[in-house]
Every structure is written in structure tokens, then in C-alpha cells.
T-cell receptor, first 110, second 114 residues
Framework: GESVGLHLPTLSVQEGDNSIINCAYS??????FIWYKQESGKGPQFIID?????DKRQGQRVTVLLNKTVKHLSLQIAATQPGDSAVYFC?????????FGIGTKLQVIP | KAGVTQTPRYLIKTRGQQVTLSCSPI?????VSWYQQTPGQGLQFLFE???????NKGNFPGRFSGRQFSNSRSEMNVSTLELGDSALYLC?????????????FGSGTRLTVV
């Protein structure tokens, strides 16, 4: 079946360094991708999205890259801060369907 | 504008009981989806409602049901609770079914079954 997976379940990063969280997806028909951040005890929070007609999109300290050739999505966080510690999910969406990855836990080391 | 509101935030129930959770979507959003989140399982899709009709359903037993009202608010019900139903239940709203742009989650309801 179709699935979205994450390459690394846990990522530890030194404060101030850049973080890269990866995601592989399998449905080539997916046309919209979202990254969410989920802090302990809270619901997933939208971070950034990208449509399939783009390969890069930048936000504040975050960049999402989409490589449709290899069905790969990544989230880059610049100058990682302690407040970035959370679980990050990627999601792929197509018509009437949203599929989420398990999530990657980002730990920021002070 | 107000986000997605889920109530209650926490619930403790005993096995065999039933429970009803509520979700109020963002104003103007007409699609509401429900998910179960457990450690190690990620987000498991329960069902989606749009225009008071269930549009999609995940692989959960019939004990899990839902409904949507004319104001787009949605409820989900779990009957005959089992210990394994302990989880964070999340709802997400979007403008319409078929277009998940703006898919926004609530803070969830933490259900503990003892």
C-alpha cells in the first residue's frame, strides 16, 4: 500500500547547528506535502507546505525540499534552537487522502 | 481566527464504557477528519466527514463511529472501550474534502482506559 516513511526516528543536534529531517513517500500522484511539528502533549502544528510543482520552499528558519524523481522530502531547520525539540511529521496528500509518516524526534542539545 | 477546538482535553474511562469526543473545526472549514495517535503507531486515520456525510473510513472496528452536524462540528464515539483504545485522538479540519490545503489539527483529546 501507499506509505510515507521517515529515514531517522531520532535526530540529535547541537544547538545552533542546522537540522535536516528526511521523508520518503511512495505515491507519485501526491500533489501536496506538509511538515508538522508536534510538541509533547499537543497536536501537530503546521510548519511549512509545498506543492508538487515546486522543488523548494522557504519559511522562517525552515526550508522544505522536494525531489519528485526519488520521491523524497526534507525539512531543513537553520540554527536549531531548544524550542525546536519535538516530533516532526511529513504528510503527503492526494485527492481525499492524507498519509502521515511515523515521525522523527528532534532532540536539541544545549 | 480560532483554531480547531477539541473537547475534552483529557478523559479517563474504564473498560466497557463508551466515550464521545467533540471537534469544532476552523470557521469555514467543512471537512473534519479524525485520527488515533499511539506511541510507535503514528497517526492512524479513523474517518472523514464532509457535509454531514462520512466520506472516508480507516481500518478500525465498528466500535468507532462518528457524525457531523450542520455547523460542521463533529463528534466521534467509541463504545465498549478496551485498554488498547488509550491514545491521543486528534481531529483535523480543512476547507473541503478532496483538497487538503490548510489541513489544521486540534490539540487532541487524551483518552486513558483503565
Amino acid at each position: 500500500g501507499e506509505s510515507v516513511g521517515l529515514h531517522l526516528p531520532t535526530l540529535s543536534v547541537q544547538e545552533g547547528d542546522n537540522s535536516i529531517i528526511n521523508c520518503a513517500y511512495s505515491n507519485s500522484a501526491s500533489d501536496y506535502f506538509i511538515w508538522y511539528k508536534q510538541e509533547s502533549g499537543k497536536g501537530p502544528q503546521f510548519i511549512i507546505d509545498i506543492r508538487s510543482n515546486m522543488d523548494k520552499r522557504q519559511g522562517q528558519r525552515v526550508t522544505v525540499l522536494l525531489n519528485k524523481t526519488v520521491k523524497h522530502l526534507s525539512l531543513q531547520i537553520a540554527a536549531t534552537q531548544p524550542g525546536d525539540s519535538a516530533v516532526y511529521f511529513c504528510a503527503e496528500t492526494g485527492y481525499q487522502k492524507v498519509t502521515f509518516g511515523i515521525g522523527t524526534k528532534l532532540q536539541v542539545i544545549p | 481566527k480560532a483554531g480547531v477546538t477539541q473537547t475534552p482535553r483529557y478523559l479517563i474511562k474504564t473498560r466497557g464504557q463508551q466515550v464521545t469526543l467533540s471537534c469544532s473545526p476552523i470557521s469555514g472549514h467543512r471537512s473534519v477528519s479524525w485520527y488515533q495517535q499511539t506511541p510507535g503507531q503514528g497517526l492512524q486515520f479513523l474517518f472523514e466527514y464532509f457535509s454531514e456525510t462520512q466520506r472516508n473510513k480507516g481500518n478500525f472496528p465498528g466500535r468507532f463511529s462518528g457524525r457531523q452536524f450542520s455547523n460542521s462540528r463533529s463528534e466521534m464515539n467509541v463504545s465498549t472501550l478496551e485498554l488498547g483504545d488509550s491514545a491521543l485522538y486528534l481531529c483535523a479540519s480543512s476547507l473541503t474534502t478532496g483538497d487538503n490545503y490548510g489541513y489544521t489539527f486540534g490539540s487532541g483529546t487524551r483518552l486513558t482506559v483503565v
